[in-house]
């Protein structure tokens, strides 16, 4: 049935987030600014490199490449209108890049005041990253008079509301309808890994990996090796041809196209698969979590946002270590086994077992 609402009743607009415990990172990517100097050089624009940490002096830098940017773009529409010349491929390319990165520096100029900015500069690149996102997120959150944030892994939802700048809302926890005895979850106690002790044992983390994928050896799998430092390293020591490895000449849109399309018992190596992968049936059986994902402390806002609340630091870590072990059972007749080989695992899901989903902790054997 159909209900038609009278054109003078208002109404009423509804946004809906799903994987919603990422959209603090989709924020800081969508109103972040990462400028390369030698593209920007390429595409017309010379720029002196920012050398000062001062917040008025990049400020004034972004301003004034703004302006030098509008130019080049303006010069290059007059050209494509010129009956004389006409634009180059490489020319649509560089009005392309330059309209981009333009919108993408007056986000930044604008929140200039509202949000601190993460500067991090090298000689080849500047980078700012928003801190905080509670302040962005009214960029969604206005266009609806009811939002919807849905996420199997929002472990405190009062930090998660904290977070987004949420201040009315009404948590509803609904009970998974999987049985947990489908997908167990079986984590070793033997070998805590850390910045520390990770080089000298990973020759032990890529044998019991190998051991593991041998007692598999007719089912398609995935690793998790959320580095890529870890992923490197297993693609020189693991044995076979099953592997497809994340590295510079693959990524992970072409590594999940050969593995779906192969009928051999292919297994996916890659940090950067543990979110929005849909490995349902035969497309994942098993899966390796080689090391606990704590987001890198030599990422400048991470430390800094660290530093301010730990309790922000160990809510994403155990966010990321449920949705990495959610990518291959995809529904209620669906069946996967999970190993997770870093022992620190165990002491995290130990001290905040109050916090885990219900899901999660019954699939734990």
């Not at 190596?269 to 606990?292: E, Y």
């Not at 990321?320 to 165990?346: P, W």
């Amino acid at each position: 049935m159909f209900l038609a609402l009278p054109y003078h009743v208002k109404r009423k607009n509804y946004i809906v987030c799903d994987e919603a415990s990422e959209l603090e990172e989709e924020l800081t990517n969508r109103y972040g600014l990462n400028l390369d100097y030698n593209k920007l050089n390429l595409a017309g624009i010379k720029v002196k490199k920012v050398t000062s940490d001062k917040y008025d002096t990049i400020y004034s830098w972004l301003t004034q490449l703004n302006i030098a940017i509008t130019e080049q773009c303006e010069y290059l529409k007059e050209k494509a209108s010129s009956k004389i010349a006409n634009l180059t491929i490489g020319d649509r390319i560089k009005l392309k890049f330059l309209g981009n990165i333009g919108r993408q520096i007056e986000n930044v100029t604008d929140l200039w005041g509202k949000c601190e900015f993460i500067v991090d500069k090298t000689s080849e690149k500047l980078t700012l990253t928003p801190l905080n996102v509670d302040v962005l997120t009214k960029n969604i959150f206005d266009h609806g008079d009811h939002i919807v944030l849905m996420s199997a892994t929002i472990t405190k939802p009062e930090l998660f509301a904290k977070t987004l700048g949420i201040k009315d809302y009404t948590f509803i926890d609904v009970d998974s309808t999987f049985d947990p005895k489908k997908s167990p979850i079986y984590i070793s106690t033997k070998l805590p890994l850390n910045y520390e002790n990770l080089k000298k044992n990973l020759p032990i983390i890529a044998q019991q990996i190998q051991e593991l994928c041998d007692n598999h050896p007719n089912e398609k799998g995935l690793i998790h090796t959320h580095t890529s430092e870890i992923c490197n390293y297993l693609q020189n020591k693991l044995k076979g041809d099953r592997f497809i490895f994340r590295d510079e000449t693959t990524n992970n849109e072409k590594m999940l196209d050969i593995h779906l399309k192969s009928s051999e018992p292919t297994v996916l190596v890659s940090p950067s698969l543990g979110f929005g992968t849909d490995l349902n049936g035969d497309k994942g059986r098993f899966q390796i979590i080689v090391k606990t994902p704590y987001p890198p402390l030599s990422n400048k806002r991470i430390k800094r946002k660290f530093d301010i609340d730990k309790t922000w630091y160990v809510s994403k870590t155990i966010n990321t270590l449920v949705q990495m072990s959610g990518r291959c059972t995809r529904s209620k007749q669906d069946h996967s086994i999970t190993y997770v080989l870093d022992a620190t695992a165990f002491r995290l899901i130990k001290d905040n077992i109050s916090v885990l989903p219900k899901h999660f902790i019954e699939r734990i054997v």
